[in-house]
């Protein structure tokens, strides 16, 4: 990594970019379903389930490369930024839109979805978790936080794609650092938006109806 990081920080960037792409092909031979919606160069927020830290380079990885490079994960400062090799992987690599997720942030007046809007406003597209937080539980999703609708009333023209990631708590068990090698599936679904006069809570229920309707039957027991 050190050799690496000796590169110019592009360079090295797109280099890591690369491996990565190709190390999670190698190890899980993630394959893209594509239902209801095409991989044309639109802009989008993909909205996907949340389980295992491999989420987000499944979905990026598998994404086709004349997409990716315009799609930015939504992700936390707080690990982004912990050490030196994550603030280059998170930020440069990926290209993340980093949101601070302290309460004394709030209190100084950071608003998150500035960042998020923003990058929108930028022509980037996006991949966000709107559980807040990976799921630990037996339930296939918890309930979504606002930011999603938020986005939606914001950006009204911007799709908002439902993704769903299958099989990453076999590949990437709690507690686990180095993934297993098992087949995993990224499903997009068909682009929702938000209804004129639809509320929250409608919407959120109605998007979290939308992913959960991607899972294989077995998760969604």
């Given at each position: 990594m050190k050799s690496i990081l000796s590169l110019p920080r592009r360079a090295a960037?797109?280099?890591?970019?690369?491996?990565?792409?190709?190390?999670?092909?190698?190890?899980?031979?993630?394959?893209?379903?594509?239902?209801?919606?095409?991989?044309?160069?639109?802009?989008?927020?993909?909205?996907?389930?949340?389980?295992?830290?491999?989420?987000?380079?499944?979905?990026?990885s598998c994404l086709p490369p004349n997409l990716r490079r315009n799609v930015r994960p939504?992700?936390?400062?707080?690990?982004?930024?912990?050490?030196?090799l994550r603030a280059f992987v998170g930020?440069?690599?990926?290209?993340?839109?980093?949101?601070?997720?302290?309460?004394?942030?709030?209190?100084?007046?950071?608003?998150?979805?500035?960042?998020?809007l923003d990058a929108l406003d930028d022509g980037s597209s996006l991949i966000i978790f709107p559980e807040g937080n990976r799921n630990m539980t037996d339930d296939p999703l918890l309930p979504f936080k606002a930011g999603l609708f938020n986005i939606g009333i914001a950006r009204p023209d911007i799709d908002l794609v439902p993704t769903w990631i299958a099989n990453v708590t076999e590949i990437m068990p709690k507690g686990e650092v180095i993934p297993l090698p098992l087949i995993c599936t990224v499903t997009f679904g068909e682009a929702i938006h938000v209804n004129d006069g639809e509320d929250k809570t409608?919407?959120?229920?109605?998007?979290?109806?939308?992913?959960?309707?991607?899972?294989?039957?077995?998760?969604?027991?």
């Amino acid at each position: 990594m050190k050799s690496i990081l000796s590169l110019p920080r592009r360079a090295a960037a797109k280099l890591v970019g690369v491996a990565i792409s190709m190390l999670v092909h190698f190890l899980t031979a993630v394959r893209a379903n594509w239902q209801g919606i095409e991989p044309v160069n639109r802009q989008r927020v993909y909205f996907a389930n949340h389980v295992s830290n491999a989420d987000m380079p499944m979905i990026w990885s598998c994404l086709p490369p004349n997409l990716r490079r315009n799609v930015r994960p939504v992700a936390a400062a707080d690990y982004w930024l912990k050490n030196k090799l994550r603030a280059f992987v998170g930020p440069e690599v990926f290209n993340c839109v980093l949101v601070d997720r302290r309460p004394e942030a709030r209190e100084d007046g950071h608003d998150p979805m500035q960042n998020i809007l923003d990058a929108l406003d930028d022509g980037s597209s996006l991949i966000i978790f709107p559980e807040g937080n990976r799921n630990m539980t037996d339930d296939p999703l918890l309930p979504f936080k606002a930011g999603l609708f938020n986005i939606g009333i914001a950006r009204p023209d911007i799709d908002l794609v439902p993704t769903w990631i299958a099989n990453v708590t076999e590949i990437m068990p709690k507690g686990e650092v180095i993934p297993l090698p098992l087949i995993c599936t990224v499903t997009f679904g068909e682009a929702i938006h938000v209804n004129d006069g639809e509320d929250k809570t409608a919407f959120l229920k109605r998007a979290s109806n939308a992913l959960v309707a991607l899972a294989p039957k077995e998760e969604k027991l």
